[in-house]
Structure formats: structure tokens, C-alpha cells
């Protein structure tokens, strides 16, 4: 005669499902960090242009400015001139921040799919004990 394999208990069956459930939130919190290391990634690429995009800015609006003050200052007051330039690199500057901001407000501050994964997790828990 063959020996029949013994059937697991309902204790072993419960604590296999309490290990697989452990083993799935630990595995759905590395996901969240995966998720939270991604959208760093995002905004600190986003901060970096904005401050690269200052600093452009910057050298753009002293060489320019000066380069083309002068020039205007060969048919009116520099002052004048200044004041027009001025206003030039302000509509540039503001153009360069609406963007960056665009993009800094794409990033998520949380990991969407791993809440939604989550939520599905708890009512699949809540099912099973019914």
C-alpha cells in the first residue's frame, strides 16, 4: 500500500496564509520605496533645471543687458535703455519659472500604485474572511 500525503491542518493553512501575507506587505513596502526613490529622481531633476536655468538666466541677463545697453545707448539715454532690457529679462525669467514649476508639480508625493495595490490587498484579506 501507498502512503496517502497527510492534508495540511487548518492551523498550517492559516499560518501559511499569515506568512504570505507578511510576505506580500514587505514586498508591497519595498515597492512604495522604489516608487518614492523614482519620484526624487523626477523632482530633483526639476530642481535642477530650474537652478540651472536661473543661473543661465543670470549670465544671459548681465552680458546681454550690458552688450545691448550700450548699443541702444548710441541712439538714446541709457537709462532708458536699461529700463526696456530690464523688462525684456523679466518676461524671460518669468517664462523660465511657469516651467519649472509646471514640471515640479508633476511629481506624485506618493506612491499611487502601491496604495491602490494596497486597497486591492485589504479587501482580498477582508474576503477571505468571510
Do not use: C
Amino acid at each position: 500500500m501507498t502512503a496517502q500525503p497527510e492534508e495540511p491542518t487548518i492551523g498550517q493553512l492559516i499560518g501559511e496564509i499569515g506568512e504570505d501575507i507578511s510576505t506580500l506587505f514587505r514586498q508591497e513596502v519595498e515597492l512604495a520605496k522604489i516608487e518614492l526613490r523614482q519620484e526624487a529622481v523626477k523632482a530633483g531633476k526639476a530642481a535642477g533645471m530650474l537652478g540651472g536655468a536661473g543661473f543661465a538666466g543670470y549670465m544671459v541677463l548681465i552680458l546681454l543687458t550690458l552688450a545691448i545697453m550700450f548699443g541702444l545707448g548710441n541712439v538714446m539715454d541709457l537709462g532708458w535703455a536699461a529700463l526696456i532690457l530690464a523688462v525684456v529679462w523679466a518676461i524671460a525669467g518669468g517664462v523660465l519659472f511657469t516651467t519649472g514649476r509646471t514640471r515640479l508639480r508633476q511629481v506624485s508625493p506618493k506612491p499611487e500604485q502601491t496604495i491602490e495595490t494596497l486597497k486591492e490587498d485589504a479587501q482580498w484579506a477582508r474576503d477571505l474572511r468571510k
